[in-house]
C-alpha cells in the first residue's frame, strides 16, 4: 500500500486562477515533506522541503503546508500560469535517505 | 555544471537483451540513486549508493545490478531484459546529509522491452 497519497489524480483549472492540491501520507518516521514539479518528459524538480517543525513554506507563487499531527500537506498554486501545467508529486523521507513518493497530481492550466 | 545526466534517453529492447543506463553527475555529490516511474505510481527506488564503493539494494532491485567506481558515474545495468522493465528510469544526486538536501533528477531513460 502506498504510503503518500496524493488528491486530486488531475485537474483542470483556468489561467489566473488558484488551486490547491492535497498529500496525506502514512509514514513513519518522519524526517521531512517535499514538492516536486515534473514538466512532461522530464526529471522531477524541488519545489519546496519542510521539516516536522515547519507549517508552511514558499517558492514564488507556491505554497506548501504541512500538519505533521494530521500527516497532512497541501501545495497551493496561487494565479496559476500555464507554464504551471506539470505533475506535482509529494514526497516524504524517512529513515536516513528512503523517500516515498506519492502518484502525483496533474495540473492542467488553460487559457 | 550539467547537473545529473543520463544516456540514452530513448531505448527498444528486446526480452533477454541487457543494456547499461549511464548517469553521471558534476556536483560532488555523495548520494546518488535509481528509480523507475510507471503510470499511476510513484518513483521507486532501485538501487542507491552513498559514497564510491557502496552500493544498496531500494524497493524494486530484482533484475537490475549497480557499481559506484567513481563518485561522478552510477551505471544502472539490465542483466536480461523483460516486460516488466518497460518504465521511466531517473538518476537523482544529493549531498549524503540528505535531510535538508535536495534531490536533482536526470532528464531520464525511456525503456520499452518487447
Known amino acids: 500500500k502506498n504510503q503518500v497519497e496524493q488528491s486530486p489524480q488531475s485537474l483542470i483549472i483556468l489561467e489566473g486562477k488558484n488551486c490547491t492540491l492535497q498529500?496525506?501520507?502514512?509514514?513513519?518516521?518522519?524526517?521531512?515533506l517535499r514538492w516536486y514539479k515534473q514538466d512532461t518528459g522530464r526529471g522531477p524538480v524541488s519545489l519546496t522541503i519542510?521539516?516536522?517543525?515547519?507549517n508552511t513554506k514558499s517558492n514564488g507563487r507556491y505554497t506548501a503546508t504541512l500538519d505533521a499531527d494530521t500527516k497532512q500537506s497541501s501545495l497551493h498554486i496561487t494565479a496559476s500560469q500555464l507554464s504551471d501545467s506539470a505533475s506535482y508529486i509529494c514526497?516524504?523521507?524517512?529513515?536516513?535517505?528512503?523517500?516515498?513518493f506519492g502518484a502525483g497530481t496533474t495540473v492542467t492550466v488553460r487559457a | 555544471n550539467a547537473g545529473v545526466t543520463q544516456t540514452p534517453k530513448f531505448q527498444v529492447l528486446k526480452t533477454g537483451q541487457s543494456m547499461t543506463l549511464q548517469c553521471a553527475q558534476d556536483?560532488?555529490?555523495?548520494?546518488m540513486s535509481w528509480y523507475r516511474q510507471d503510470p499511476g505510481m510513484g518513483l521507486r527506488l532501485i538501487h542507491y549508493?552513498?559514497?564510491?564503493?557502496?552500493?544498496d539494494q531500494g524497493e524494486v532491485p530484482n533484475g537490475y545490478n549497480v557499481s559506484r567506481s567513481t563518485t561522478e558515474d552510477f551505471p544502472l545495468r539490465l542483466l536480461s531484459a523483460a516486460p516488466s522493465q518497460t518504465s521511466v528510469y531517473f538518476c537523482a544526486s544529493s549531498y549524503l546529509v540528505a535531510d535538508q538536501e535536495t534531490q536533482y533528477f536526470g532528464p531520464g531513460t525511456r525503456l520499452l522491452v518487447l
Open positions: 519542510m521539516t516536522f517543525s515547519e
Open positions: 498529500c496525506n501520507y502514512t509514514v513513519s518516521p518522519f524526517s521531512n
Open positions: 549508493s552513498v559514497g564510491a564503493g557502496i552500493t
Open positions: 514526497v516524504v523521507s524517512f529513515n536516513d535517505y528512503k523517500l516515498s
Open positions: 556536483m560532488n555529490h555523495e548520494y
